[in-house]
C-alpha cells in the first residue's frame, strides 16, 4: 500500500513561488495517476491538478491553470507541484494522492492520503 508524504509548503507573499514535494515509498508509484488537491477550514477538498503515471498527460484547475505545474520523477517515486504567481486563495492544506484511475478529478477515486502541507499566501 503506498503511503505519501508531503512538503514543501510555508509563507509566501502573493506573486511568489512555492514547489510542493510529494515522496512515494511503498505500492508501484510509477502505475498510478497522481493528484494534488488543497482544502482550507470549512471547504470540501478540491482538485487542484493531475499527472499521468508517465507523466505524458496533466490536467488543470480553472483557478490553478497557466500558474501551477505538475510533474513527477517516477525514478524518484516523487510528484511536484510548482506554484507561481501566487495568490491569497491558493492558501490552504495540499495533499497529494494517488488513483489508478485515469486523470480523475474525483476525490473519491483518489486513496494514500498525506498529512498535508500547509501554504499560507500573504497580501
Known amino acids: 500500500q503506498v503511503q505519501l508524504v508531503e512538503s514543501g509548503g510555508g509563507l509566501v507573499q502573493a506573486g511568489g513561488s512555492l514547489r510542493l514535494s510529494c515522496a512515494a515509498s511503498g505500492g508501484t508509484f510509477y502505475t498510478y495517476t497522481m493528484g494534488w488537491f488543497r482544502q482550507v477550514p470549512g471547504k470540501e477538498r478540491e482538485f487542484v491538478a493531475s499527472?499521468?503515471?508517465?507523466?505524458?498527460?496533466?490536467y488543470y484547475a480553472e483557478s490553478v491553470k497557466g500558474r501551477f505545474s505538475i510533474s513527477r520523477d517516477n525514478a524518484k517515486n516523487t510528484v511536484f507541484l510548482q506554484m507561481n504567481s501566487l495568490k491569497p486563495e491558493d492558501t490552504a492544506v495540499y495533499y497529494c494522492?494517488?488513483?489508478?484511475?485515469?486523470?480523475?478529478?474525483?476525490?473519491?477515486?483518489?486513496?494514500?492520503w498525506g498529512q498535508g502541507t500547509r501554504v499560507t499566501v500573504s497580501s
Open positions: 499527472i499521468s503515471w508517465s507523466g505524458s498527460r496533466t
Open positions: 494522492a494517488c488513483t489508478i484511475s485515469t486523470m480523475t478529478s474525483r476525490l473519491a477515486e483518489y486513496a494514500g
